[in-house]
């Protein structure tokens, strides 16, 4: 007798789809349920991708414009800090004057300890 030899063969099939869209199949069985479902839900996700963008955009600019105002209002506070120092000098309060010109480098002293940290 001979042996019959049998070869199985075992294929695995894996499929990954993404997106903002659901896979054209489940679309597909979307349209079987409600004619309209694909069009909803095409109009869904161009409105949440709109909104993506949107606050792409805004943290964009907030990325850009909160160092920026830092940095002013650093500068602001040291002036502010030193021409205080001045007046209080000019007026023949020393100690004030010194305290004040102190307070005004204090701010500038830990913008660039934390600009050293980056």
Same mark, same amino acid.
């Given at each position: 007798?001979?042996?019959?030899?049998?070869?199985?063969?075992?294929?695995?099939?894996?499929?990954?789809?993404?997106?903002?869209?659901?896979?054209?199949?489940?679309?597909?069985?979307?349209?079987?349920?409600?004619?309209?479902?694909?069009?909803?839900?095409?109009?869904?996700?161009?409105?949440?991708?709109?909104?993506?963008?949107?606050?792409?955009?805004?943290?964009?600019?907030?990325?850009?414009?909160?160092?920026?105002? $830092?940095? /002013?209002?650093?500068? =602001?506070? !040291?002036?502010?800090?030193?021409?205080?120092?001045?007046?209080? @000098? %000019? &007026?023949?309060?020393?100690? $004030?004057? /010194?305290?004040?010109? =102190?307070? !005004?480098?204090?701010?500038?002293?830990?913008?660039?300890?934390? @600009? %050293? &940290?980056?």
């Amino acid at each position: 007798m001979a042996e019959d030899k049998v070869m199985l063969e075992q294929q695995l099939k894996k499929e990954l789809y993404v997106g903002p869209l659901p896979h054209p199949d489940i679309l597909k069985g979307f349209k079987e349920i409600d004619e309209d479902f694909p069009n909803r839900i095409l109009s869904m996700t161009e409105k949440y991708v709109e909104a993506d963008v949107y606050e792409q955009k805004k943290r964009a600019w907030r990325n850009l414009i909160v160092p920026i105002l $830092g940095q /002013v209002f650093t500068f =602001l506070l !040291g002036i502010g800090g030193m021409a205080c120092g001045v007046l209080l @000098s %000019l &007026k023949g309060m020393e100690a $004030g004057a /010194v305290a004040a010109i =102190l307070t !005004g480098f204090s701010p500038i002293l830990i913008q660039a300890i934390k @600009s %050293l &940290k980056k």
